[in-house]
């Protein structure tokens, strides 16, 4: 499967966006997926995840709360709403695409990568 994020640009802090990640291929609803971000000079770490279904959704501790994760299996699209963004929020976003496992925190359980958006906070 391959995968297209987008929806990322320059943002004010406070301000929303909602993240895109359009998936080819007629198995969409078969991955778990999941956002995943890398801020400038540090590690890749997860955002969130959702079940093959949708019906289960996963965020990291710290991401509870600011972010949603959904997706639309008729449209083969995952989409991550932020809202109250915040300067640290500054990062490439990545969707990604596990076709076995559950795992939404651990990079090595994806099987396939978007490109990444890049979401740029400003104070």
């Known amino acids: 499967v391959q995968l297209q994020a987008s929806g990322g640009g320059l943002v004010q802090a406070g301000g929303s966006l909602r993240l895109s990640c359009a998936a080819s291929g007629r198995t969409f609803s078969s991955y778990f997926m999941a956002w995943f971000r890398q801020a400038p000079g540090k590690e890749r770490e997860s955002v969130a995840g959702?079940?093959?279904?949708?019906?289960?959704?996963y965020y990291a501790d710290s991401m509870k709360g600011r972010f949603t994760i959904s997706r639309d299996n008729a449209k083969n699209t995952v989409y991550l709403q932020v809202n109250g963004l915040k300067p640290e929020d500054t990062a490439v976003y990545y969707c990604a695409a596990s076709r076995f496992g559950s795992d939404y925190d651990d990079v090595s359980r994806m099987n396939y990568w978007g490109k990444g958006t890049l979401v740029t906070v400003s104070s």
């Open positions: 959702i079940s093959r279904s949708g019906g289960t959704t």
